[in-house]
């Protein structure tokens, strides 16, 4: 049997163990996958190491640590500057990141081309790496020294003139816990009417999404990029080819869909 587990705080909401140990039940491999409260962010790669695991995920406030923490980086993880996939290779622990690529096979379907990027923390960090065109635009200014360091067009609520957006993703955890919108409700209400699609990386319906579907807009959330970021770190988890279609479908059931 080969362990696994999910590192965060807080970590019961977490569905990564059932749709990892659903999958593994589904393709034969002797897996477990566990949830671990883990509070001090720099002891995620030695807690990795003393529970004998084979591979874990990563999630807030730990990405940054693990990163730090990890013998290797290996990927899109060493520009970003966080990891979410852990993975023991013999002696060492190697780290990648799956959120943004995960989140970018979450939204393969869609037809767009300008992006307007709502939060500046960690999660718009990875999504602006893969889209640099995107505009960022975030409550307050100390966050967008980084964007600003990468030449990317960024604003706060109060420089911003919006323009017109084909893509609006939210990236706050606004409406994870409350009914906060993520935005300005004008400035939202003006962006949405040009634009076609929303996206919230939380996985539910929060108010922004609600709002977007009111104005007619394609709406998605976060429940796409947590399968398609956990298939990304299943397969570095088994070490096997697998069938990624079979792997969804399966963790999205898992998930209730
Ligand atoms: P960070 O803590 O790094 O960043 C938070 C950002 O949100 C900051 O820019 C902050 O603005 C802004 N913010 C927070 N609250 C509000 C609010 N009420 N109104 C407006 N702006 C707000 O967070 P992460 O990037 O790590 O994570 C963000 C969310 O993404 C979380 O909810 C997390 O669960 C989710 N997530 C989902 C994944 C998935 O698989 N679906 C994967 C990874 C993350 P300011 O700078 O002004 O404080």
Redesign the pocket.
Known sequence: MKYFTIFGNPVSHSKSPLMHNYAFKKIGFEGCYSRYHLIDSDQVVEKFRRLGLRGANVT?PHKEAAFKYADEVRGIAREIGAVNTLIKEGNKVIGYNT?AP?FMESISTFDYESVLII??????KALSLMMPHAVIL???E??LAYFKEKARECYTWGSFIPKSYDLIIN????G?SDE?L??DREILETVFKEAKYAVD???KETPFLKKAKESGLIIKD?SA??VY?GILAFETFVGQEIDRKEVADCMFEALGF
């Not at 939060?119 to 718009?124: F, L, R």
């Not at 990236?171 to 606004?174: D, E, F, I, K, R």
């Open positions: 807030v959120d995960g939060g500046a923390g960690g999660t718009a975030n409550r307050s100390g966050r990236t706050t955890s606004a994870l906060s993520p935005l990386v939380i996985y976060g990029m947590l970021q």
